[in-house]
């Protein structure tokens, strides 16, 4: 009895341990860049993002998110085109983006590039005229009269699935392994996944994983129950919203402070925090970085780049997209940087990966605040080993003085490359929303 104990004890930590599953090695230090197939080019497929690859490989990027690729549904429609949310079958591309072939060459050639690809999963619900909704209606969420409802009132283009129905569940996480077995894909991003139960996650990342064990899993959901759940990567929605506060001079860096501090706290050492100024969710409904965070774009960045977890860019942020794209109908980036922001993004991944106190997770350094006698003023270090970062932020429109109240050391600016010394009583000048990086 003793002995059998010891056995199912030993069973429950191996199983504990896979489901905290460390993040892959390969995404230690990578930035992740969420791809719009419709919006990329006027084109809209996918053969004509695949020359955008070796643009995206010279400025680093190391994670390609592709929004969904799927068929979207005609029932209930919204907008010409549909949102790509409306998915219609889950094994099968969309014919506007182009064939399954095509996608496959896309992740070969992205792989060649050693750029890992996930693909975004749309779990919690389908079109209207799914290929489920014929066959398999059992499959649905029904009201008390027997019809099959929306998840949310206002998503009247999609149906709910039902997640009591374990013949659903078998058959949604046999179509996730069919890309990882049929595409190669390296992981998925979870659409809503706190609107999908989490013992379905930990089921479908078990049957995942077995397939490819150092899959990349990223929800689009906030708390620390989802990495529980197996889930490598959250969404910093907190943070982002107190960026966008701090820009309207509504917080400051002490409520970022806090934040962070109370992440570190609550999350396992393995947690991946994704970090962004703007995604699709945000361009479309809640306006560009530009609109929401002003002059302080470039400085959210910065910080999005630097403070623990993973950067997020999404297209067209490197050539400063400064217009919302529509959702439901054809709307082509204008890829002009007339800004010079490639050059900008290029350099903010390039100090990630050059430097392990930044990288994600488990994998980087400690965070510290460092005094700075103005609230306005932001600075912190990043540590690990040798390697420090000291990353200095002026979170107001007014130039302003850091002055030190700890002696720092020697480091070299990394935008400038000149030497610089941080000791105490030091004064620092910082132009109005302006971002000084340090070195050592």
């Known amino acids: 009895m003793f002995m059998k104990k010891i056995i199912v004890l030993t069973l429950s930590i191996i199983q504990l341990q896979f489901i905290f599953a460390q993040a892959p090695e390969w995404s230690k230090d990578k930035t992740i860049y969420e791809v719009n197939i419709r919006q990329y080019t006027p084109e809209g497929t996918f053969d004509a993002f695949a020359t955008h690859l070796p643009r995206l490989e010279k400025m680093g990027v190391g994670i390609l998110w592709m929004m969904p690729i799927q068929p979207i549904g005609e029932l209930n429609r919204k907008g010409s085109l549909g949102s790509y949310y409306s998915i219609s ?10 064939s399954l072939k095509d996608f496959k060459k896309l992740v070969d050639e992205a792989h060649k590039r050693d750029m890992h690809v996930i693909l975004d999963w749309v779990a919690n619900h389908t079109s209207w005229d799914h290929v489920w909704m014929k066959k398999h209606p059992d499959f649905y969420t029904t009201d008390k009269s027997g019809k099959v409802i929306p998840p949310v009132a206002d998503w009247s283009d999609v149906a709910d699935l039902n997640y009591d129905n374990k013949a659903m569940r078998a058959a949604m996480i046999e179509d996730m392994k069919y890309w990882v077995k049929e595409a190669d894909v390296d992981g998925f991003r979870c659409d809503v996944a706190m609107m999908v139960p989490d013992d379905f996650w930990k089921e479908a990342f ?3 994983r077995k397939i490819k064990p150092d899959i990349f899993l990223l929800a689009e959901a906030e708390g620390a129950q989802f990495h529980a759940d197996g889930f490598n990567m959250t969404y910093a929605w907190n943070k982002h919203h107190i960026m966008n506060e701090i820009a309207k001079g509504t917080m400051t860096a002490d409520t ?4 962070i501090q109370k992440d570190l706290k609550n999350y396992t050492a393995d947690s991946y925090f994704m ?3 703007s995604n699709h969710d945000e361009n479309s409904w809640n306006g560009t970085e530009f609109e929401r965070m002003g002059n302080g774009a470039k400085t959210f960045a910065v910080m999005a780049a630097t403070m623990p977890g993973m950067l997020l860019m999404y297209s067209g942020q490197e050539v400063a997209l400064d217009r919302r794209l529509k959702f439901f109908d054809k709307d082509s980036i204008t890829w002009v940087d007339n800004k010079n922001y490639t050059q900008f993004y290029t350099s903010l991944i390039q100090l990630k990966a050059d430097n392990p106190a930044l990288w994600n997770g488990a994998y980087g350094g400690t965070y510290n605040r460092v005094a700075t006698q103005h609230d306005k003023i932001y600075c912190y270090t990043r540590t690990l080993g040798d390697n420090k970062v000291m990353v200095i932020l002026n979170l107001s429109s007014d130039a302003d003085d850091a002055v030190f109240s700890t002696d720092g050391g020697k480091y070299k600016n990394y935008f400038t490359g000149k030497k610089q010394k941080i000791k105490t009583g030091k004064k620092v000048t910082i132009p109005a929303w302006g971002y000084v990086v340090l070195v050592q």
């Open 275 to 277: 970090n962004f100024t």
């Open 89 to 98: 079958d889950y094994t099968a591309t969309n014919p506007e983006f182009g």
């Open 256 to 259: 970022m402070d806090v934040a």
């Open 206 to 208: 078990t049957e995942l």
